[in-house]
C-alpha cells in the first residue's frame, strides 16, 4: 500500500519498484577534485601543517588546540550525553538485580 505518490508504503519505507532519487549531481567531480588532493599533497606536506598547528596550540592559539584536539581525541561529548548514559546504566543495573532477586 502506497502513501499517496511519494513512492513510500503507509510505514515510510520506499515500495518496490521506486527508482530513489538523483543521487549528488556533483559526486564525480568531487571525486576528481579529491583525486587531485590526494596526487599533490605528501606525507610530509602532512607532517609540515601539523607541526604548525601544534606551535600555534602551544603558543596559545585556542582555534588550533580545538582543532588539534579534536583530530587526535574525536569530538569531546557533551556532559549532558554522559550524565544520561549513567543513568541509563544504573537504571539497567537495577533491572539486574531486580531479575536476579525475583529467580530467587
Known amino acids: ?6 513512492g ?15 543521487g549528488n549531481p556533483f559526486a564525480a567531480q568531487v571525486g576528481k577534485l579529491r583525486a587531485a588532493m590526494y596526487g599533490a599533497v605528501t606525507e610530509a606536506d602532512i607532517k609540515a601543517v601539523v607541526i604548525k598547528l601544534v606551535e600555534q596550540a602551544k603558543s596559545g592559539d585556542m582555534t588550533a588546540a580545538r582543532i588539534l ?12 550525553i554522559l550524565e544520561r548514559i549513567e543513568e541509563l546504566e544504573n537504571q539497567a543495573r537495577e ?5 536476579d532477586s525475583a529467580k530467587d
Do not use: H, I, W, Y
Open 1 to 6: 500500500m502506497t502513501n499517496g505518490s511519494n
Open 95 to 99: 533491572a539486574q538485580c531486580d531479575a
Open 8 to 22: 513510500r508504503d503507509a510505514r515510510g519505507r520506499f515500495t518496490k519498484g521506486n527508482a530513489g532519487g538523483p
Open 69 to 80: 584536539f579534536s583530530r587526535v581525541f574525536g569530538r569531546p561529548l557533551e556532559a549532558d
